[in-house]
Antibody, heavy 119, light 108 residues
């Protein structure tokens, strides 16, 4: 059974970089042939796709966040990571990792982790 | 950017009711649309992909239809466990993907 689990700080100061890691179990990132993505949901609001990565390192980002986002992959640890720089309060959200099947649908999700941007 | 307009934003219905949610795209997206269910405090769950295909394991009371710009999500007979927020998601302009604003479904 495929499982994803986010980890990282729950509190980040304004102007700093938000860093999260998603650990995948039950399947190998490098052999599955799928993309792996990040999605966020500000409190009380809707879902926003942040970006996705292939095991080879090929990445796609939401244009609205592209200048601040970096997604990387570590196949040896079966993990992929999100870095979001220069954060503000508007970046406060539940951040979730998910399998981005054929870049079309998100069919497996992590439980999500709340990241608050505050001094 | 393709905008997705979901309606209604909230909905109250009785157990056994037929429930319909609509999603309208700002341009033709063919059938590149998915539907998700999100229960409070939980991650979204994929219910319908490619507008009308039921994800494995999802009850048959859930269905989707539509193509082009207008899409419909239906619960044929509302059950108490269906209380959730439902989202549509378009993926016409790969790799970009956008979600509707969600429909909060409550029991009357």
């Amino acid at each position: 059974q495929l499982q994803l689990q986010e980890s990282g700080p729950g509190l980040v100061k304004p102007s700093e970089t938000l860093s999260l890691t998603c650990t995948v179990s039950g399947d190998s990132i490098s052999s599955s042939g799928y993309y792996w993505g990040w999605i966020r949901q500000p409190p009380g609001k809707g879902l926003e796709w942040i970006g996705s990565i292939f095991y080879s390192g090929n990445t796609y980002y939401n244009p609205s966040l592209k200048s601040r986002v970096t997604i990387s992959v570590d196949t040896s640890k079966n993990q992929f990571s999100l870095n979001l720089s220069s954060v503000t309060a508007a970046d406060t959200a539940v951040y979730s990792c998910a399998r981005h099947k054929h870049l079309a649908c998100f069919d497996y999700w992590g439980q999500g982790t709340l990241v608050t941007v505050s001094s | 950017d393709i905008q997705m307009t979901q309606s209604p934003s909230s909905l109250s219905a009785s157990v056994g009711d037929r429930v319909t949610i609509t999603c309208q795209a700002s341009q033709d997206i063919s059938n590149y649309l998915n539907w998700y269910q999100q229960k409070p405090g939980k991650a979204p769950k994929l219910l319908i992909y490619d507008a009308s295909n039921l994800e494995t394991g999802v009850p048959s009371r859930f269905s989707g239809s539509g193509s082009g710009t207008d899409f419909t999500f239906t619960i044929s007979s509302l059950q108490p466990e269906d209380i959730a927020t439902y989202y549509c998601q378009q993926y016409d302009n790969l790799p970009q993907s956008t979600f509707g604003q969600g429909t909060r479904l409550e029991i009357k």
